[in-house]
């Protein structure tokens, strides 16, 4: 197969934001785990997500692991959140969903008050609101209110929820993206 410039530049920088990733979300620090966010923001959300420039010629049916769980009804609910036990499993006998990416980024993984809270609204709070990509920026969108409100509970909690479960979702991440980071090398 031949690849134009684009392509072996696209590649290259998967590879990297990939490696990068890996890297960040074994360390576990806060610094580090707001970095992933902007990773995540662009391997998966981003206009034309990075993975998908970069499986175009691949076409890999890509999927997530997450340990099966269903987030609990929120009404009454003060706080719940996944952290760590989102990927990897915490028992050996958990059982993993693979989720294509537009399930994965909609699976509800906290509740505060009541509001449900997805993998997307993990990494769009964290990568715009806490310094991954920006701070404090402001959006004229459908999320703004959810990020808005996410920002005042974190700021009560010292952002530990998200940024545990940043790295939960940067694991599940990096298994899932292995075999196009192989393909892609």
Known sequence: MTLTQQDENIRWLFCQKYDELNELVLKRDSYDLTKASAIL????????????????????????PITQFTAPNP???????KQHSLFPPE?????LDYL???????????????KLFSILDMILFEANFKGGVHTGTKYSNEREPVLDYLGKIAN????????????SIGLSVVEGLQELRQLCS
């Open 41 to 64: 923001r662009q391997l998966l959300v981003d206009g034309t997500p990075l993975m998908h420039q970069a499986n175009r010629l691949h076409r890999l049916k890509i999927t997530f």
């Open 75 to 81: 009404n009454g609910i003060i706080m719940w959140f």
């Open 100 to 114: 294509p990416l537009k399930k994965f980024l909609s699976k509800k993984v906290m509740i505060v008050y009541g």
């Open 156 to 167: 009560i909690m010292n952002d530990r929820p998200t940024r545990q479960i940043i790295s």
């Open 91 to 95: 028992k050996p006998d958990d059982s």
